[in-house]
């Protein structure tokens, strides 16, 4: 998967608490993105980064924030976690804006 | 929301034949990109059609961009049952921001 890892694989939670998805990548590309997705809803994008430290907001990106401190690690946190954001969560990784390669997705339960 | 749209959603096929789909999407875009999801797997990059271009081929795939009418549709030739995947169109229009729709649900019956 192009290089692109994303930890932890599955995960199941409670309502109310934090947590903290991440992505990592051995390409040194530029561009990372986080993106869920819903039935009905394809890919949605929730945050991307630019570069080290530089971030911007997507699609969907209340009740999550991000953060880019190595160009090899963009995290994705939910501060409190809610049933809505039961989802599957990809990370992608770009060189160029362009091609997108993507990792192989984590799958968050929140009960 | 800028979010492309495919049809149809889901399109059962013999292999050996064709299959099509199409995107259509609501804004003036830079590229437009096709892309492939295995079952409970990641997206792998198909294709990259520019709005410039009008049709672009790559080994059994041919995907055909309409600007005027903000459409795309991607043509598997000679389907297998590998194949079976669900297929999503992603538009770039601000440089920065991917909006992919919401698939379409290909089976290839051997």
């Known amino acids: 998967d192009a290089g692109i890892t994303q930890s932890p694989r599955h995960k199941v939670t409670e309502t109310g608490t934090p947590v903290t998805l991440r992505c990592h990548q051995t390409?040194?590309?530029?561009?990372m993105y986080w993106y869920r997705q819903d039935p009905g809803h394809g890919l949605r994008l929730i945050h991307y980064?630019?570069?080290?430290?530089?971030?911007d907001k997507g699609e969907v990106s209340d009740g999550y924030s991000v953060s880019r401190s190595k160009t090899e690690d963009f995290l994705l946190t939910l501060e409190s976690a809610t049933s809505s954001q039961t989802s599957v969560y990809f990370c992608?990784?770009?060189?160029?804006?362009?091609?997108?390669?993507f990792g192989p997705g984590t799958r968050l339960l929140v009960l | 929301s800028q979010q492309g749209e495919e049809d149809p959603q889901a399109l059962s096929i013999q292999e050996g034949e064709n299959a099509t789909m199409n995107c259509s999407y609501k804004?003036?875009?830079?590229?437009l990109q096709w892309y492939r999801q295995n079952s409970g797997r990641g997206l792998v990059h198909l294709i990259l059609?520019?709005?410039?271009?009008r049709e672009k081929h790559s080994g059994r795939l041919r995907v055909t961009l309409d600007t005027s009418k903000k459409s795309s549709s991607l043509l598997i030739t000679a389907s297998r049952a590998a194949d079976t995947a669900s297929y999503f169109c992603?538009?770039?229009?601000?440089?920065?921001?991917?909006?992919f729709g919401t698939g379409t649900s290909l089976t290839v019956i051997p």
């Open positions: 980064s630019y570069g080290v430290k530089d971030t």
């Open positions: 804004t003036s875009i830079n590229n």
């Open positions: 059609i520019r709005s410039n271009e």
């Open positions: 390409e040194n590309h530029r561009y």
């Open positions: 992603a538009t770039d229009n601000t440089g920065n921001q991917f909006y």
């Open positions: 992608a990784i770009s060189p160029s804006q362009e091609t997108q390669y």
